[in-house]
């Protein structure tokens, strides 16, 4: 069972945060019981931090509004310094980026609030080769969401 997150100043403050955050505590929850049934038939997560091949490859996911809403936030609140100003260049240029604009140095910059699509779409046994879409070579390694 993971923690969900919180953000006990803000969520006060923006009623839909705290929403937000649920549903993706409901997600996690979902993934890592998908993972958790798969690695007991012996398959290993091939996804981990720095991996990046999908966030690099996919230009285009399905974020819902109230996700934009909580990326929005969370950018401009949640984050300062360097990674901020790197992030408003990026974002600035994204259309010319050959991938997702929050990919910071292969990790995901938003990753707290990183989109749904995101939190589901995790590969098993061997990393994607670069510019690879898993889910067309390779479905059978590709996470199936639980009904």
């Given at each position: 069972m993971s923690e969900r997150l919180s953000y006990p100043d803000d969520e006060p403050i923006h009623p839909?945060?705290?929403r937000l955050l649920e549903a993706y505590h409901i997600t996690d929850e979902g993934v890592m019981e998908g993972i958790r049934r798969e690695t007991e038939q012996g398959r290993t997560l091939a996804c981990t931090k720095g991996c990046a091949a999908c966030c690099r490859s996919h230009t285009t996911i399905p974020?819902?509004?109230?996700?934009l809403?909580?990326?929005?936030?969370y950018v401009t609140e949640q984050?300062?310094?360097?990674?901020?100003?790197?992030?408003?260049?990026?974002?600035?240029?994204?259309?010319?980026?050959?991938?997702?604009?929050?990919?910071?140095?292969?990790?995901?910059?938003?990753?707290?609030?990183?989109?749904?699509?995101?939190?589901q779409f995790n590969v098993f046994d061997r990393v994607c080769a670069e510019g690879e879409d898993a889910y067309y070579t390779r479905r059978q390694d590709v996470l199936t969401p639980l009904s």
């Open positions: 839909w945060l705290s974020v819902y509004p109230l996700e809403v909580g990326i929005s936030w984050l300062g310094g360097n990674l901020r100003a790197q992030l408003k260049q990026q974002l600035r240029d994204y259309s010319n980026l050959p991938g997702c604009p929050f990919l910071v140095e292969d990790v995901c910059s938003i990753h707290p609030l990183r989109p749904m699509a995101c939190r």
